[in-house]
């Protein structure tokens, strides 16, 4: 069983602060996803990396792949209400797009 | 282009009833996916179906639970008899191809009694 364990499990911050949640395991995955979730939504994807050491940004949202592709980290810039959500990691260990899934960081942005 | 449609939205019923969760996949999509999310744990995979056949059905919990893809369209899982273990979202997944990216529905809430 891959686990991905997923910190802080919540984090509530003031508009405009900075921000970083974190995706752990002990497995190698040959991909990690990153989704956002909202209330009586299903998970939205917003990122794949693949590559050790990969770093993509989406706006104001970085994400960073570890070097062995065992965790991953979320960096959100300047935090909006908006932002407001479950961050759901997700990783495809083998390449059977079987997808493990972290429990989520729940963040809540306060205007 | 709709998306991944999840029917019914909420379903509430006894313990010992059956119910059957319908999802319908993004159109043109071969793979679709079951997961599902207990209160308080991960989601969870269930299987995956390329068309009609399924390909992973390793993470059904138990014979209580049938899942079908006739005609390779829609998928629907049955639960029977449901149990108050089996109370959680249900959540349903399509992808173009094997490897290519999951596009959920918004789920199904089963709650058990």
């Known amino acids: 069983t891959q686990l991905l364990e997923q910190s802080p499990q919540f984090l509530s911050i003031q508009e405009g602060e900075n921000l970083t949640v974190y995706c752990n395991s002990s497995?190698?995955?040959?991909?990690l996803q990153w989704y956002r979730q909202e209330p009586g939504e299903g998970p939205v994807l917003l990122v794949t990396?693949?590559?050790?050491?990969e770093v993509k940004k989406l706006k104001r949202l970085t994400f960073q792949f570890g070097d062995a592709r065992k965790d991953s980290s979320l960096h959100i810039t300047a935090a909006q209400p908006g932002d407001t959500g479950l961050y759901l990691c997700?990783?495809?260990?083998?390449?059977?797009?079987?997808?493990?899934f972290g429990k989520g960081n729940q963040v809540v942005v306060i205007p | 282009e709709a998306g991944v449609t999840q029917f019914p939205s909420h379903s509430v019923i006894e313990k010992g009833q059956t119910v059957t969760l319908r999802c319908d996949p993004i159109?043109?999509?071969?793979?679709l996916y079951w997961y599902r999310r207990v209160m308080g744990k991960e989601i969870k995979f269930l299987l995956h179906?390329?068309?009609?056949?399924?390909?992973?059905e390793s993470g059904m919990p138990n014979n209580r639970f049938l899942a079908e893809r006739t005609g390779g369209t829609y998928s629907t899982l049955k639960v029977q008899p449901a149990e108050l273990e089996d109370s959680g979202v249900y959540f349903c997944?399509?992808?173009?191809?094997?490897?290519?990216?999951?596009?959920f529905g918004p789920g199904t809430r089963l709650l058990v009694l």
């Open positions: 997944a399509s992808s173009q191809t094997t490897s290519g990216t999951q596009y």
């Open positions: 497995s190698v995955f040959s991909s």
């Open positions: 990396v693949v590559t050790g050491g």
């Open positions: 997700a990783g495809d260990g083998n390449g059977n797009n079987r997808l493990a």
């Open positions: 159109s043109g999509h071969d793979n």
């Open positions: 179906f390329v068309k009609e056949s399924k390909q992973d």
